[in-house]
């Protein structure tokens, strides 16, 4: 077991009228937090209350950018540039990051969202335009990402520092990438099986794929989506579970 872990989660994903998740309960039980930047959800009074609660909560900030595409919640893949990409990044970006420092905080570290994390798994020339653009931005800040992929070899190259992750309530395929929404299998709801599996990730480095093969993933970060139904409650039973293992939960940035 190792001694400590981090806890993420996608949060601050309301904007307007319409509310995604119990942020309130979900900023007490994880350690990090990716904070949707206004282009796949958030809204800048809900990118404010989010910054100010990371630091009521002593939760690591991060960004959380994501495609332009609020009808699309972010999951649909577009046919931007790594121009684009890299542009719409650092808008996205310092927003969050100017309502961080009213709040008292910064931005600490970088995770895309949705199918723009996906492509920027596998997508070299996108993966670096991203990188640049954080380090470009602030030099310090670190990428969060999915391991052995086209967006961590980018990281490396730039110099740039890269947070390993893995995510306890969605299923995985052999090939590291996780199961489509909508199969069987790709959402982890039940509380126990969502800490059995961030246990076997902190104690192992890996976990099963749907095919029943092993992945080894080397985590320095646990994902639990905010949106995922029953949310808190999962919350609750990985960190209890992990905490109980003699893990101790802070943050990787």
């Not at 002593?58 to 577009?78: C, I, K, N, S």
């Not at 320095?220 to 579970?241: K, M, Q």
Request: glycine share 12%.
């Amino acid at each position: 077991m190792r001694p400590a872990i981090d806890l993420n989660s996608d949060l601050g994903e309301s904007f307007g009228a319409w509310h995604v998740g119990d942020d309130a309960a979900m900023f007490g039980l994880v350690s990090s937090a990716n904070v949707a930047c206004g282009f796949h959800a958030g809204d800048p009074m809900t990118m404010l209350s989010s910054a100010r609660r990371a630091a009521e909560h002593g939760v690591a900030l991060g960004a959380h950018p994501g495609y332009r595409d609020l009808a699309g919640f972010g999951r649909r893949a577009l046919d931007a540039t790594p121009a684009e990409i890299a542009a719409e990044l650092v808008v996205q970006l310092g927003g969050l990051d100017g309502a961080a420092r009213v709040a008292g905080i910064r931005v600490r570290y970088v995770k895309a969202h949705g199918a723009l994390y996906h492509r920027l798994a596998v997508d070299a020339a996108a993966a670096h335009a991203f990188v640049e653009a954080v380090a470009a931005y602030e030099a310090s800040l670190v990428v969060l990402g999915p391991p052995v992929s086209a967006l961590e070899q980018a990281a490396d190259a730039s110099g740039v520092v890269f947070a390993r992750e893995a995510f306890v309530d969605r299923g995985y395929a052999a090939d590291g990438s996780l199961t489509p929404r909508g199969e069987p299998g790709a959402i982890v709801d039940d509380p126990a099986a969502a800490a059995d599996r961030a246990l076997e990730l902190v104690e192992t480095g890996g976990i099963t794929a749907d095919d029943g093969s092993r992945l080894e993933l080397a985590p320095d970060s646990l994902c639990l989506h905010g949106d995922t139904p029953g949310a808190v409650a999962i919350a609750r039973a990985v960190r209890a579970a992990l905490e109980s293992a003699g893990c101790h939960v802070e943050a990787f940035a």
